[in-house]
């Protein structure tokens, strides 16, 4: 009997599968060709530097060919995952995301089809990415694999997030827009701010906005991401709609008659209520409306403010003054709630609070951090906290969590690659990365991806370094 016949033999006598096999089969995807020559290839991936994180346990000296590209396509597939676009019916399925009309019921995408697709890898997105309020990112932000493991984070330098137009000097502000993949760089030595498109690769430059009088201190978006605010050491600021692509002139803030300067602010809000925080002269910390600009009240504080910040729900701020007192702030009815001393801080600089407000951090001049349970806080005068992480040495700049509370990033400008990560669950910092050899240089702002796939790090040369946090499966 040929082989011929034996084939056939085999296909009569093999049970055709079922509707109800096909639907319950797991996908199996084999390759259309294979280099016989791989079975033969002996990869000794213990000698290899680079490859050794490939090793499924330390006794592995060596694997084959095949073997081998299966893990580095493991790997890469976990570092960069597919976007959803390139992802089958029952994949797509799996992971809760619309799947694609029948090709015979039509000649091309959909409305709903449409809405379907990542613009994360370059897709044409940048024409109409300011025409609607939509998501692009979704329901993928919050999307993650299990819960994130301390000590080891996987990280991988992408293009950096202003190749196209770097800052000539010191980048003052870095904002990622909370619900499309827009990075917005500025630079308090240019009267101008830029906005990228970011897909990690090329981080196309879609905009750039100029301010003939005034040279941006903060820069950032609104909290529904329908404005820029851009502020300086004026008593006036500047406001461009998203959408519209109109950028306004606010002369002061609307129903405050003083002198002060905007130079410093945050952004916070109840859904659909956007606010802004301006930090003023002692003490006082105005509340304003994010749509009309309208004053809407004044927080007192005792001495002066260094800086504050809105809960997630934007009900409450949360702000701190040079001598070491966090006050906790009703927006409603702007009261003070609570106020408790900061332990151990004699000049504090920044505070934070996390994305699911239960995690309370601070930072001062002394290089020290810390990090307390925000329900411990409220109930004490004189809270303990949870961990004084004291990693740098020199002055607190910035502090940021990330969108599942999970990482918190402490900063300091004052030295050279002064960049920690901690694992919040554990208080306990990234012992991998970064090292001595990562080149951040003078690190002076930071922000997490709404997802968490990236971290966009400014630095004093005008660069937003941009890398990839590989946990996080999303932007």
Request: net charge neutral; aromatic share 8%.
């Amino acid at each position: 009997m040929d082989d011929s016949d034996s084939d056939d033999d085999n296909r009569k006598s093999s049970p055709k599968p079922t509707p109800a096999d096909s639907h319950t089969a797991p996908l199996e995807r084999t390759p259309v060709w294979q280099d016989p020559h791989d079975a033969r290839l002996v990869v000794p991936i213990a000698d290899i530097r680079r490859a050794r994180k490939l090793r499924q346990n330390e006794s592995e000296k060596a694997v084959d060919g095949i073997e081998y590209s299966r893990r580095l396509r493991e790997q890469f597939e976990r570092i960069y995952p597919r976007p959803t676009w390139a992802m089958s019916q029952p994949e797509r399925a799996k992971l809760g995301l619309p799947t694609f009309p029948p090709p015979s019921t039509t000649r091309g995408p959909s409305a709903s089809t449409a809405a379907a697709y990542d613009f994360d890898d370059g897709e044409s997105a940048e024409g109409n990415i300011f025409s609607s309020s939509k998501s692009l990112i979704g329901e993928r932000a919050s999307r993650r694999v299990g819960a994130l493991p301390p000590e080891i984070l996987e990280v991988v330098r992408a293009k950096d997030g202003n190749q196209m137009q770097y800052s000539q000097t010191s980048l003052c502000s870095v904002s990622w827009h909370p619900t499309h993949p827009i990075l917005l760089t500025a630079s308090s030595s240019t009267p101008s701010l830029h906005l990228f498109h970011i897909d990690g690769k090329l981080n196309n430059k879609l905009q750039s906005l100029s301010f003939p009088d005034l040279h941006p201190t903060c820069a950032r978006f609104s909290r529904d991401g329908r404005e820029v605010l851009a502020t300086g050491r004026r008593k006036y600021f500047y406001a461009f709609d998203v959408e519209a692509g109109k950028v306004e002139r606010v002369a002061g803030i609307r129903g405050r008659d003083d002198d002060r300067l905007l130079d410093a602010f945050t952004v916070g809000g109840a859904e659909g209520e956007p606010m802004v925080a301006f930090l003023g002269k002692d003490g006082h910390v105005d509340l304003v409306d994010g749509r009309t600009k309208q004053w809407v009240g004044d927080l007192k504080m005792n001495g002066s403010v260094v800086a504050a910040e809105f809960s997630a729900d934007g009900k409450r701020v949360f702000s701190i003054g040079g001598d070491g007192v966090v006050y906790v702030w009703d927006v409603g009815s702007r009261r003070c709630m609570h106020t408790f001393v900061d332990e151990g801080t004699i000049k504090p600089t920044t505070i934070a609070v996390s994305p699911n407000d239960q995690i309370l951090a601070t930072g001062n001049t002394m290089g020290i951090v810390n990090v307390y349970n925000l329900a411990t806080a409220m109930s004490s005068q004189r809270p303990k906290p949870l961990k004084a992480v004291g990693n740098l040495t020199t002055s607190i700049s910035a502090l940021t969590f990330n969108a599942t509370s999970e990482m918190l990033a402490i900063s300091s400008r004052a030295k050279k690659d002064a960049l920690r990560l901690l694992h919040v669950p554990t208080r306990t910092v990234f012992q991998n990365w970064p090292t001595a050899g990562t080149p951040l240089g003078h690190v002076t702002c930071h922000e997490f991806s709404p997802g968490g796939g990236y971290i966009s790090i400014g630095n004093s040369k005008g660069k937003a370094l941009l890398y990839r946090l590989g946990h996080y499966q999303s932007l």
